[in-house]
């Protein structure tokens, strides 16, 4: 079947998902954006469970992989089997100046024409292609609506500043780099947890994501399994939702479907999520006097002094609760408050956010136990909140 005889099952009609936890405004919803299923007789236990545990998913093989180009036969099939799941089509891109970044593509018609096409100029490691930054972003801009591009497992050596800069530089006509991954996946796996909260690029006080939102540029912060299923039974690997998952934030009014969840993505609206121990209920910021508020991935601009409200409900213990940012932008990003451990059950923080504030303010949270579902690693379990922005000015 060719990518052009495939319309009739790419769309997909909107439906109620099963939100995660709501926080005010917002419903979360779990998904997972970076996985592979390199054997389609496979495609069936590679999703199993995972539409259970998710509310949303990618499948997003190598183009140097023969099986990428009929990748659009599993989407169909998987969407055939489970209509009420956003699946969407993407692509692990061997990246023009870095190392691996996903393409995820609005559902279309044309979704799967898309990503051969990308794959075929500007992929490294598909022969006569041309991989270059601008040109390929260029490709992109193209599609409307556009696709997201989210950068990979940003190990030390695969990301460098400079290279997402040129990724972010906004002369570029549409914002397409919208992501980041802040974990590596593979967390069943020692390779997973070489590098820890502190050191891993992704995620580290003024690490990739911090030099994005010094930027003031809103960054969805990511986590995904990078799951194979073709390798399972060489060696163990957590399926889809089972560890690593990312929260999206959608309107909490109306029915989401998968333009929703792309469009919060590329807000910022997102946290990166490994196991299921916290829930965010709250991280926003207002001020009184001053109407609304905000969310994950706004940029409050209010100017007066405004209150950071932290609300959690965790079902484990908490070493740490710290909040990563800055209030200038003078400073270097840092952890601007340590709220030490908390018990479990409700957690309620207040954070005063003195006036003229500028810079951003993002979460982590670290659990106690270092336990992982069985066989894994044993090792610590994050969870990050992408930024708020304060009145940043775009550079
Ligand atoms: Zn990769
Ligand atoms: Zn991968």
């Known amino acids: 079947m060719t990518p052009e005889t495939n319309r009739s099952t790419t769309s997909l009609t909107p439906r109620s998902l099963t939100p995660t936890s709501r926080t005010p405004g917002l419903t979360w919803l779990r998904g997972d954006l970076h996985n592979h299923c390199e054997k389609p007789e496979l495609f069936k236990e590679h999703l199993a469970g995972g539409v259970e ?31 009420d799941f956003p699946l969407f089509f993407g692509l692990e891109w061997n990246a023009a100046g870095g190392r691996h970044a996903n393409v995820v593509f609005p559902h279309s018609s044309e979704e799967a024409a898309h990503a051969y096409a990308l794959s075929r100029a500007h992929d490294r490691h598909v022969e006569g292609s041309d991989p270059d930054i601008t040109r390929a972003l260029q490709q992109l801009s193209q599609i409307d609506p556009a696709p997201v591009l989210f950068f990979n497992h940003p190990e030390p050596g695969d990301w460098s500043t400079q290279v997402l800069d040129q990724y972010l530089d906004p002369r570029h006509s549409v914002r397409i780099a919208i992501g980041l991954e802040a ?25 990739l994501a911090d030099h994005v939102y010094e930027k003031g540029l809103p960054l969805a912060l990511l986590a995904n399994s990078d799951f194979h299923v073709h390798k399972q039974a060489k060696e163990y690997d957590y399926p889809l939702g089972v560890f690593n998952h990312t929260r999206v934030g959608v309107a909490a009014a109306g029915s989401p479907d998968s333009n929703d969840i792309l ?3 590329r807000a910022g609206r997102t946290c990166a999520c490994q196991g299921h121990w916290l829930d965010l209920i709250d991280f926003s910021i207002s001020a009184s006097g001053s109407p609304g508020s905000a969310l994950i991935g706004d940029t409050w601009s ?28 003078e400073d270097t990003t840092s952890v601007v408050r340590q709220f030490g451990p908390q018990p479990v059950g ?16 993002r979460l982590r949270v670290i659990s106690r136990s270092h336990e992982r579902p069985a066989p894994g690693q044993t090792a610590a379990k994050a969870f990050f909140t992408s930024a708020i922005l304060l009145n940043s000015l775009t550079v």
């Open 53 to 83: 545990r998710l509310d949303f998913a990618a499948l997003t093989n190598h183009a140097q992989k023969p099986v990428f180009f009929t990748q659009h036969e599993m989407i169909e099939r998987g969407r055939q089997r489970y209509p």
């Open 302 to 329: 209010c100017g007066a002094a405004s209150r950071l409200t932290i609300s959690l409900q965790a079902t484990e213990a908490l070493q740490s609760v710290d909040l990563i940012g800055r209030l200038s932008v």
């Open 183 to 207: 974990v590596h996946g593979h967390q069943a796996q020692p390779r997973g947890v070489r590098f820890d909260h502190d050191q891993y690029p992704g995620c580290a006080v003024g690490g």
């Open 263 to 265: 469009d919060a993505i």
């Open 346 to 361: 409700p957690t309620n923080l207040i954070f005063e956010v003195p006036p003229a504030a500028s810079g951003h303010l």
